[in-house]
């Protein structure tokens, strides 16, 4: 039972444009959500999180949407650079029970030239 | 300040075999999380500790794994004996109260 999905492994973006990363998520009580990215060889790093009262984060060049109504988060990376190609992943948990974060099945991301 | 340290990087053992990891977790992060990443999928979390105690072994397959942190401080996560469908990156993770996990580069475990 996936409780947060990524349904797109890959994704291509030309530099300078806009990357769009989707996340879906099934269980309405998840109140905190974190994307992590993930070069090859090394550990997810975190890059960005978001509270459920909110509905934007903002951070530099990266940006997290939240949808509580349709349970679906966006990340957007405005303008892609090429060091931003690497393995993106949603994840999700509930504070109030320090239960365990959930991750999704990541997107690759890649930025061609 | 000096992060999540692991070893080994890499493993190839053959099945059956036994195999142990360990994780050094940043000085002060109460919390050690062992997860499992298989390829082509998300990490899932094995085993949550905070300080000494298990907070969450729910998806921790005991008949065959096990971890300590005996000290509250370092952990070693152990398979035995270990099968085909083990191989995967284990990747440990620390944290500090409600801040985000903190993760380890991953040892790589490839059972042949």
């Known amino acids: 039972d996936q409780q947060v999905k990524q349904n797109s492994p890959s994704l291509s973006v030309q530099e300078g444009r806009i990357s769009i990363l989707n996340c879906d998520y099934t269980n309405s009580m998840f109140d905190y959500f974190l994307w992590y990215k993930k070069y090859p060889a090394e550990g997810p790093t975190f890059l960005i999180s978001?509270?459920?009262?909110?509905d934007k984060n903002e951070d530099g060049r990266f940006t997290v949407f939240l949808n509580k109504s349709a349970k679906h988060l966006s990340l957007h990376i405005v303008p892609s650079q090429p060091g931003d190609s690497a393995v993106y992943f949603c994840a999700a948990s509930i504070v109030s029970s320090a239960s365990k974060i959930i991750f999704g099945s990541g997107t690759r991301l890649s930025i061609r030239p | 300040e000096a992060g999540v340290a692991q070893s080994p990087r890499y493993k190839i053992i053959e099945k059956r075999q036994s195999v142990a990891f360990w994780c050094n977790p940043i000085?002060?992060?109460?919390?050690l999380y062992w997860y499992q990443q298989i390829l082509g999928q998300g990490p899932k979390l094995l085993i949550q500790?905070?300080?000494?105690?298990?907070?969450?072994d729910s998806q921790l397959p005991k008949d065959r794994f096990s971890a300590e942190r005996l000290k509250g401080v370092d952990s070693t996560l152990k398979i035995q004996p270990a099968k085909l469908e083990d191989s995967a990156v284990y990747l440990c993770?620390?944290?500090?109260?409600?801040?985000?996990?903190?993760f380890g580069n991953g040892t790589r475990l490839t059972v042949t």
């Open positions: 993770a620390s944290s500090l109260g409600d801040s985000p996990l903190h």
């Open positions: 500790f905070q300080n000494n105690g298990v907070v969450d």
């Open positions: 000085s002060g992060h109460a919390t």
């Open positions: 978001i509270s459920s009262i909110k």
